[in-house]
Each structure stands twice: as C-alpha cells, then as structure tokens.
C-alpha cells in the first residue's frame, strides 16, 4: 500500500509589501520545489502580505520515501531562503 503524506508549511515573508511581492516569493518557492516530484499548493493566510501557508504532499511506495521527499522540500525552501520557514507539520494520510 503507497504511502502519503502531507508537509504543512509556515511560511513569514518579511520583505513581502504587498500581495504581488509575496505571489512572487511563493511562486519561486513553488517552482523549485516543483522539481522534487512533489505537489503543493498555498494553504491559508491567502490575504495576508507576510504569512503564508504551504502544503507540500508527496506519495511513495513506503514511509522512507515520502519522509526522505518532504524532507528534501523543506531543506529547498530553507536553503534559498533562510528564516523564511517558522513552523511545519508533517501528516500521514495513508
């Protein structure tokens, strides 16, 4: 039975000024992350400037790949963008 799960993302962009500032940011995020076979999509805080929330969902045949994939999505994010991330959480939906 393949595995899923779920890397809920919190993000603080604190650059962000506006609404086009942090769809730029995030879009960039996405993109590089796009590359690790990974799905995702902004989660919450969709109005707000600074906060963001991400979720990142990868499917495996086992726990190992699905844990070695978001972990891969997480050091991506935070090693173009230091402090960028300020809490996650990972689920397991199978």
Do not use: F
Not at 37 to 48: G, R
Not at 83 to 90: E, I, P, Q, R, S
């Amino acid at each position: 039975m393949p595995a899923v799960g779920l890397l809920s993302v919190e993000l603080h962009l604190a650059g962000a000024r506006s609404l086009k500032d942090k769809r730029m940011v995030l879009r960039s995020v996405k993109d590089r992350l796009r590359k690790l076979n990974v799905a995702l999509a902004e989660l919450a805080y969709h109005d707000l400037h600074q906060r963001s929330r991400l979720g990142v969902v990868s499917i495996a045949t086992t726990r190992d790949g699905v844990d070695r994939s978001l972990e891969a999505a997480l050091d991506e994010i935070e090693r173009r963008d230091p402090g960028l991330v300020t809490a996650t959480d990972v689920e397991w939906l199978a």
